[in-house]
């Protein structure tokens, strides 16, 4: 097998060819060096590290991470995942009887279920919006948000790139059209950081919840939520601790309700600088051409498996990241394993060593695969796929 040029900076099973890192990611070996080398500084002295270093050094991978998404640090927490971010908005926020939640059929179910929760406990209704499918333009879908837009409706939820479709959705159309209309938008933004260019500056959302273990690649356990400025005081940490009374005046109440929750290990979010200069390092062009490099072996990839399986795409090459899905034959049987994956996805690892996701989409038993496209994958791989799933569906 042909393998990539980058697969030696990590430490991925030589055995697998490894297609999904859109699940949960995967850290380089260089990042996770520093990892443990911050540990152990960390247990060394452990008073220290938590009481003395800790804040000098979230500043400065808060600096790191501001720099990268084009925001001022200030307005960023760092949390354990984007689905911690999205409840810690819903929970902090207030509704009223009548009022609507918006969000689309393609929303992440782990932040589907916060919305259901949340709309439960105020009495308010939850209004999903069935997004045309196939997708025929970004257009499309922000043409269908707003016409579920209402008097009544207070939030949009959405994914800035949907895990079961990998569609990259036209969050900056529709934060503009909601704004104009005094509603907010909270995007759940869990594969957009290191996938797709991101200013949050000019994006203008009023919350923004990212994953960086995902496709910055940092250690698992490192996200951010962003808050825009004027909307900070309404929102509270979901874990109330010393910073709730805390009478320092040189940094906001946001800084210090978010900076200690308790007792954790920091060291991912403390890679994140690393993680930024590594894998930005891979490359001359540093990100643009990391995510351009991956975006382009994405399309190829589904150009060859729709070829190969004589299909056609779902949505056009500008809703398109570093993931892309593939349509399949409806599954038989339907029924998922007792993991709850689809059966053609453990064929797909056990008879040919393949790590890929099989999702049913719109739902069982119609399905496709999401095929990732990172630095480490090579063309062959997704060749090698191409004959497994043609062998498989037939």
Same mark, same amino acid.
């Given at each position: 097998m042909d393998a990539s040029p980058f697969r030696s900076h990590w430490s991925l099973d030589p055995e697998v060819t490894f297609l999904n890192h859109g699940s949960f990611g995967a850290c380089p070996t260089r990042v996770l060096e520093e990892q443990s080398r911050l540990r152990a500084r960390l247990e060394a002295e452990p008073v220290r590290f938590l009481h003395r270093e800790l804040e000098p050094l979230a500043d400065a991978a808060r600096a790191a991470?501001?720099?990268f998404l084009d925001v001022n640090p200030d307005d960023l927490a760092f949390v354990n995942n984007a689905t911690t971010g999205v409840n810690t908005v819903l929970r902090s926020l207030r509704f009223a009887p009548g009022d609507e939640l918006l969000t689309t059929d393609h929303e992440y179910n782990a932040s589907r279920n916060a919305l259901d929760f949340v709309a439960s406990q105020w009495g308010v209704k939850v209004v999903v919006v069935k997004l045309p499918w196939p997708v025929p333009s970004p257009q499309s879908v922000v043409d269908t948000v707003l016409s579920h837009v209402t008097l009544n409706t207070r939030l949009l939820l959405i994914d800035h790139i949907s895990s079961q479709t990998a569609l990259v959705m036209p969050v900056a159309g529709l934060i503009r059209a909601l704004r104009e209309r005094g509603i907010e938008t909270l995007v759940d933004g869990a594969h957009g950081p290191g996938q797709v260019p991101l200013s949050l500056h000019r994006l203008g959302a009023g919350y923004y919840t990212g994953n960086?273990? +995902?496709?910055?690649?940092? !250690? +698992?356990?490192?996200?951010? /939520?962003?808050?825009? +400025?004027? /909307?900070?005081?309404?929102?509270? !940490?979901?874990v109330i601790s010393h910073g709730y009374n805390s009478?320092?005046?040189?940094?906001?109440r946001f800084r210090l309700e978010f900076d200690w929750l308790g007792t954790d290990d920091p060291t991912p979010f403390l890679c994140? !600088? +690393?993680? /930024?200069?590594?894998?930005?390092?891979? /490359?001359?062009?540093?990100?643009p051409e990391v995510m351009a490099h991956n975006h382009a072996k994405a399309l190829a990839a589904r150009t060859l498996l729709c070829q190969r399986l004589k299909v056609v795409p779902r949505c056009p090459e500008d809703m398109v990241g570093s993931m892309a899905t593939v349509p399949l034959p409806d599954g038989f049987p339907a029924e998922p394993s007792v993991l709850g994956l689809d059966p053609l996805q453990d064929r797909l690892l056990s008879e040919y060593r393949i790590e890929v996701p099989i999702v049913p989409w719109p739902k069982a038993p119609h399905r496709h695969v999401r095929l990732s496209a990172q630095l480490y994958n090579s063309h062959t791989e997704y060749q090698r796929l191409a004959e497994a799933l043609e062998a498989l569906v037939r």
């Open positions: 991470l501001g720099d960086c273990h +995902k496709w910055m690649c940092a !250690p +698992k356990g490192a996200a951010f /939520l962003y808050v825009r +400025k004027d /909307l900070q005081p309404g929102i509270r !940490p979901l009478r320092r005046t040189d940094r906001s994140i !600088p +690393k993680a /930024l200069e590594v894998v930005g390092g891979m /490359l001359p062009g540093g990100w």
